[in-house]
């Protein structure tokens, strides 16, 4: 089995940054893509920030130019660097692995336990 364990989040002013780590751990040969995700208690969680293996990296619209994801594979983790919070950035984000190869071949849907971020003066 592969833990995906979350740090970094807290309490931050508007305008403020915060940077957002998530380590997996486990029997890994590869991790595939790797995603964070927000969620807002009554609302679906959203996908904010894609890095796939080679480096590739997309974002949601409201985060572009603010927010900046990048993954170190000799560790298997991934970083989100957040910039110029906003009020509406609270939410608790997730990380997401959707594919893991092991030893024996592939797991799939592998999800962190969230880190509240708190944007608030």
């Known amino acids: 089995q592969v833990q995906l364990v979350e740090s970094g989040g807290g309490l931050v002013q508007p305008g403020g940054s915060l940077r957002l780590s998530c380590s997996a751990s486990g029997n890994i040969v590869e991790l595939s893509a790797m995603n964070w995700y927000r969620q807002v208690p009554g609302k679906q969680r959203e996908l904010v920030a894609t890095?796939?293996?080679?480096?590739?990296?997309t974002y949601t619209d409201g985060v572009k130019g603010r927010f900046f994801i990048s993954r170190d594979n000799a560790k298997n983790t991934v970083y989100l660097q957040m910039n110029s919070l906003q009020p509406e950035d609270t939410a608790v984000y997730y990380c997401h692995v959707p594919m893991v190869r092991d030893p024996t071949g592939y797991t799939f849907n592998y999800w962190g336990q969230g880190t509240q971020v708190t944007v608030s003066s």
């Open positions: 890095a796939s293996r080679d480096g590739r990296t």
